[in-house]
T-cell receptor, first 111, second 112 residues
Framework: DSGVTQTPKHLITATGQRVTLRCSPR?????VYWYQQSLDQGLQFLIQ???????AKGNILERFSAQQFPDLHSELNLSSLELGDSALYFC??????????FGSGTRLTVV | GQQLNQSPQSMFIQEGEDVSMNCTSS?????WLWYKQDPGEGPVLLIA?????ELTSNGRLTAQFGITRKDSFLNISASIPSDVGIYFC????????????FGSGTQLTVLP
């Protein structure tokens, strides 16, 4: 157990729908990162939050959004889902700019 | 954006053999990291490298930060079945691991 909790573990939904992925960081970590991992691909950085504020943005689509709440948990919202959005979505956390610890991921399947 | 070329894409080796994989980039990085991902899990940090030329070991794993700062390699000695997984390199431009660029991974299979 890495200490980073992601829910749900699996999600199957239809095209056009909207889903919310949730992440609870390790205790004490202020930074949360979201990554997308498609089949046979490395991890693509989506977005980072630090203590509730957006810190960095990567290749995140406009249909996707995220936020970090006062209790430091984070949610990634994916809307108008397409087949190509099917992937593993990982959350990671770190204390400031230290090394990040990854959760076990949410596997999203869009049908 | 920055790209990391990781090779080989996959490897099949016999238990007990040594393994080597590497990452190259056209960009200069200030930090190189190596992660391992087991099936159904997130990546776990194996080794972090911070200086050009640095050679760091973690048990049977050894990694080096290339002198040009554009490459890194990971060696695994005397492989065992639990070494199976996907190994990722990641580079950071900022030196604080704030922005990581990941390679596409090396899938390692260890045959008994």
């Amino acid at each position: 157990d890495s200490g980073v909790t992601q829910t749900p573990k699996h999600l199957i939904t239809a095209t056009g729908q909207r889903v919310t992925l949730r992440c609870s960081p390790r205790s004490g970590d202020l930074s949360v990162y979201w990554y997308q991992q498609s089949l046979d691909q490395g991890l693509q950085f989506l977005i980072q939050y630090y203590n509730g504020e957006e810190r960095a943005k990567g290749n995140i689509l406009e249909r996707f959004s995220a936020q970090q709440f006062p209790d430091l948990h984070s949610e990634l919202n994916l809307s108008s889902l397409e087949l190509g959005d099917s992937a593993l979505y990982f959350c990671a956390s770190s204390a400031g700019t230290g090394h990040r610890t990854f959760g076990s991921g949410t596997r999203l399947t869009v049908v | 954006g920055q790209q990391l070329n990781q090779s080989p894409q996959s490897m099949f080796i016999q238990e007990g053999e040594d393994v080597s994989m590497n990452c190259t980039s056209s960009s200069i990085f200030n930090t190189w990291l190596w992660y391992k991902q087991d099936p159904g899990e997130g990546p776990v940090l194996l080794i972090a490298l911070y200086k050009a030329g640095e050679l760091t070991s973690n048990g049977r794993l050894t990694a080096q930060f290339g002198i040009t700062r554009k490459d890194s390699f990971l060696n695994i000695s005397a492989s065992i079945p639990s070494d199976v997984g996907i190994y990722f390199c990641a580079g950071d431009l900022t030196g604080s691991a704030r922005q990581l660029t990941f390679g596409s991974g090396t899938q390692l299979t260890v045959l008994p």
